[in-house]
T-cell receptor, first 114, second 115 residues
Framework: DGGITQSPKYLFRKEGQNVTLSCEQNLNHDAMYWYRQDPGQGLRLIYYSQIVNDFQKGDIAEGYSVSREKKESFPLTVTSAQKNPTAFYLC?????????????FGPGTRLTVT | AQSVTQLDSQVPVFEEAPVELRCNYSSSVSVYLFWYVQYPNQGLQLLLKYLSGSTLVKGINGFEAEFNKSQTSFHLRKPSVHISDTAEYFCAVSGKNTGGFKTIFGAGTRLFVKA
């Protein structure tokens, strides 16, 4: 079955540590996205990538970094510079950004930093 | 640029009653509209979308939405809800920006279906 996998489902870290969230898709999609979800705030775009080796900042990129070395993979690193990292993180993909394609979402990773 | 407003943060309703979840948008360009559903601790999945054509769009699980350009609205409706419809619902608008289409999500409406 095609889809998006995110791992782990729950992640706990101490303040000051960097942490990397995994996102893999087998839908052959060109575009991939990372969102942060906080209660009552909907989804906010962190980074997106249109194609391998290219990515763009979203609305709340500060304190985060990404890479896109393979079409299937778009890992997100939450750095120690991110002031409020505790949140639910969602990865998504779509065919591309040249048309209003629907986005397909992974199950999410809940990150807790103490 | 575009924006989307979901007018209700929470909607409680009894099982088998009708429900309407409201969504308004603003945009300086043509828009394309989506409703997604999120069950607890899961990702989002598409309920329905409006790209062009008939303004009444039917989706999965018996939901439908109507695109109203004059009122800049895309409200989601279901004539009779089930307990299993309890979830969070997100309205999203996609519009053409420099470099491609950008999608903006609303803050979400939490639907509680009571027995």
């Amino acid at each position: 079955d095609g889809g998006i996998t995110q791992s782990p489902k729950y992640l706990f870290r101490k303040e000051g540590q960097n942490v990397t969230l995994s996102c893999e898709q087998n839908l052959n999609h060109d575009a991939m996205y990372w969102y942060r979800q906080d209660p009552g705030q909907g989804l906010r775009l962190i980074y997106y990538s249109q194609i391998v080796n290219d990515f763009q900042k979203g609305d709340i990129a500060e304190g985060y970094s990404v890479s896109r070395e393979k079409k299937e993979s778009f890992p997100l690193t939450v750095t120690s510079a991110q002031k409020n990292p505790t949140a639910f993180y969602l990865c998504a993909s779509s065919t591309g950004i040249a048309y209003p394609y629907e986005q397909y979402f992974g199950p999410g990773t809940r990150l807790t930093v103490t | 640029a575009q924006s989307v407003t979901q007018l209700d943060s929470q909607v409680p309703v009894f099982e088998e009653a009708p429900v309407e979840l409201r969504c308004n948008y603003s945009s300086s360009v043509s828009v394309y509209l989506f409703w997604y559903v999120q069950y607890p601790n899961q990702g989002l999945q598409l309920l329905l979308k409006y790209l062009s054509g008939s303004t009444l769009v039917k989706g999965i699980n018996g939901f439908e939405a109507e695109f109203n350009k004059s009122q800049t609205s895309f409200h989601l409706r279901k004539p009779s809800v089930h307990i299993s419809d309890t979830a969070e619902y997100f309205c999203a608008v996609s519009g053409k920006n420099t470099g491609g289409f950008k999608t903006i999500f609303g803050a979400g409406t939490r639907l509680f279906v009571k027995a």
